[in-house]
């Protein structure tokens, strides 16, 4: 089936550059402008300023190039900034891991923003954070299947790292805040059953109340 739907568009792609393209050409433009000299070793969200922008970056000798055949040289000359220095590459790699992850209010945000981030994911953060414990201790005891929740975890550490080696930014996280938010739903859970104790007369569930 998935291959079904990305054949039309993998065709149109040839039509159009005469090369092979699956879907799109954004990986070497990605890998080009995420490890570029002008980062240092620290990333940089988004240029501006005082930074040439992003097509000031492209070697103008790239330029008569079309956009398959211009992704496929950035894509080795970003690998190339890779390999020359992997130091670099792990720090710019850790340095994106506050940008991936962000739910603080920022200075430079409008207050919309700002109430948005935090009332969603720094709201579900510590519940994610719990829920997974809490599974990870259900799975120990053996009282809970470990395949769905697993399949889960390993789809959020993989596509948190590809970002994180690659561009990170606060929309690149939304695919993994809804299996996450699988787990906030157990870590909230296990909150309200600890209210639910501690407010009942008697101090167990198992026992009527009709208060």
């Keep these: 089936m998935i291959l079904v739907l990305i054949l039309p568009f993998t065709w149109l792609n040839y039509r159009s550059f005469h090369q092979f393209v699956v879907l799109n050409t954004n990986a070497g433009y990605v890998l080009f402008w995420s490890y570029h000299p002008i980062h240092g070793s620290k990333w940089i969200p988004l240029l501006g300023g005082d930074y040439p922008s992003y097509q000031e970056l492209i070697p103008k000798e790239l330029h008569p190039l079309n956009e398959a055949a211009l992704e496929r040289e950035l894509f080795k000359r970003g690998l190339a900034f890779m390999l020359q220095d992997p130091g670099r590459m792990l720090s710019l790699s850790i340095s994106r891991i506050p940008e991936q992850f ?110």
Excluded: C
Aim: aromatic share 12%; no cysteine.
């Design 102 to 211: 962000q739910f603080l209010p920022l200075s430079n945000s409008s207050l919309p923003s700002n109430l948005t981030r935090v009332l969603s994911f720094g709201l579900a953060l510590p519940f994610m954070i719990a829920g997974g414990f809490i599974w990870a201790v259900d799975v120990r005891r053996r009282s809970i299947d470990i395949f769905p929740g697993t399949l889960l975890i390993i789809f959020i550490l993989i596509y948190s790292l590809i970002h994180l080696l690659t561009w990170s930014s606060i929309r690149y996280r939304l695919p993994t805040d809804s299996p996450g938010l699988v787990f906030a739903a157990r870590g909230f859970l296990a909150l309200f059953e600890m209210i639910r104790v501690r407010t009942h007369p008697s101090g167990k569930l198992n026992e009527p109340y009709n208060g």
